[in-house]
């Protein structure tokens, strides 16, 4: 079909987010984006397609995940909680091959994450990469955020390394930055991340307070991860690691232009009990992602998302990876969320739609169906007849029909006009 053509969309929901949802509803693409919206009787000419007994979304968006694990078949042992786990990860990357032949699994494991989020009906993602391919990511697939992650307790001070200024440069506009997490990164290297965050403008994320062991370490320098450290020769446990606490990063991320909080479940605990509040301060500039089922593996328990909500922080889903988790689908991820309590159905939606744009800092072009912004959406089909669409869209027998990005069909197909 030729991207010029007019192309009206026809659906018994569309659920643009921000406003109300629409029943008997259409809308109308040109040259990839979304150019008029409404119900029942379509204005204008060019062809029409009627999707039927569907729901219409924006495209998902997947704010937290880190696709060069998507190659795995299922999720790594969480026995040991957050400490025994970063072991696995540690184990696994230094089992990996080097040169070209990792640099031939890193592409084809991005391309597979690509694509099974394509299929889960994500638009947009939050990637954290700590190696970005030769030629950037792949350009036919979801809007990225790639967020080029680093760590390190030994970097005293200085210029950003070499290694990342050269990522940054291969991802252009789509690029952020990450500092990994509160003992993984010394304050000289945080500060040079943020610092560059800062000058070029990009937005920034970090894990921070996933576990009780984190806070143990970055207060007072003990528990399982100085083991874990000493063991892996990353500091020297009769030294006092040269790290910060969630509370202190929290106010140093505020300085970029936008960021998130990844996880955060522990925010506000002993012995760094002003975090939640800080974070709350700064809720214009900096979000919060939340990984439900990783959380729930890692730690055994759902993030308590009911306190983020009642800070009026934006609260955002992401699956992390497939380290922690069976899939990339945050649809899931919000079943799980709904089906527990945790958070309404309405919630959830925005969750996975606007505010986990606004957390990666793309607001302006995914997270809605609204005129003026590029087609990018999903068809969901439920199993059966329904009447509420928020109900029909959390069903777990709901499938992901079709996903468009910017009017093009990159997973499932329409019916034919
Ligand atoms: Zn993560």
Excluded at 44 to 58: A, F, Y
Excluded at 230 to 253: C, F, Q
Excluded at 261 to 290: Q, S
Excluded at 394 to 414: K, S, W
């Amino acid at each position: 079909m030729s991207r010029a053509e007019p192309l009206h969309l026809r659906a018994r929901w569309i659920v643009p987010v921000g406003r109300p949802a629409i029943e008997d509803g259409w809308l109308r693409i040109e040259r990839g984006r979304i150019v008029a919206l409404g119900r029942r009787n379509i204005a204008g000419s060019g062809r029409t397609i009627d999707l039927g007994s569907v729901v219409v979304l924006p495209g998902l968006v997947n704010a937290h995940t880190h696709l060069e694990f998507s190659d795995l078949e299922r999720p790594l042992d969480a026995e040991g909680g957050l400490p025994g786990w970063i072991a696995r990860v540690v184990a696994l990357r230094r089992a990996r091959p080097t040169g070209l032949e990792e640099a031939a699994r890193l592409a084809a494991s991005l391309r597979a994450g690509l694509a099974e989020s394509l299929r889960a009906g994500v638009t947009t993602i939050g990637e954290i990469a700590t190696a970005v391919p030769r030629g950037g990511y792949p350009p036919v697939g979801p809007r990225l955020r790639v967020y080029r992650e680093a760590l390190g307790l030994s970097f005293r001070g200085g210029v950003l390394p070499g290694v990342v200024a050269r990522d940054l440069d291969r991802l252009r506009g789509s690029a952020g930055i990450s500092p990994h997490a509160p003992m993984t990164v010394s304050k000289a290297l945080g500060r040079a991340l943020l610092r560059d965050a800062a000058k070029r403008g990009l937005p920034v994320t970090m894990h921070l307070a996933e576990s009780l062991a984190e806070l143990a370490y970055v207060t007072g320098g003990g528990g399982p991860f100085r083991d874990l450290f000493a063991t892996l020769g990353a500091w020297p446990a009769d030294r006092p690691p040269p790290v910060l606490p969630p509370s202190e990063w929290i106010g140093r991320l505020a300085r970029a232009r936008r960021g998130s909080v990844v996880h955060g479940t522990f925010l506000g605990e002993p012995p760094d009990p002003t975090a939640l509040d800080r974070l709350a301060r700064h809720r214009n500039r900096l979000g919060l992602v939340v990984c439900p089922r990783t959380t729930r593996l890692l730690s055994g328990r759902l993030p308590p998302v009911e306190r983020f909500l009642a800070a009026g922080i934006r609260v955002a889903i992401g699956t992390d990876s497939r380290a922690s988790n069976p899939d990339l689908s945050v649809l899931a991820e919000a079943r799980e969320l709904v089906g527990s309590g945790v958070t309404s159905p309405g919630e959830a939606l925005r969750m996975m739609t606007s505010d986990a744009a606004w957390n990666v800092a793309h607001e302006s072009l995914a997270g809605s169906i609204a005129v003026g912004r590029p087609a990018d959406l999903v068809v969901l089909a439920p199993s059966g007849p329904f009447s509420d669409p928020l109900d029909a869209i959390l069903h777990p027998d709901t499938r992901v029909a079709a996903t468009l990005r910017a009017g093009r069909v990159l997973h499932g197909e329409l019916p034919r006009a």
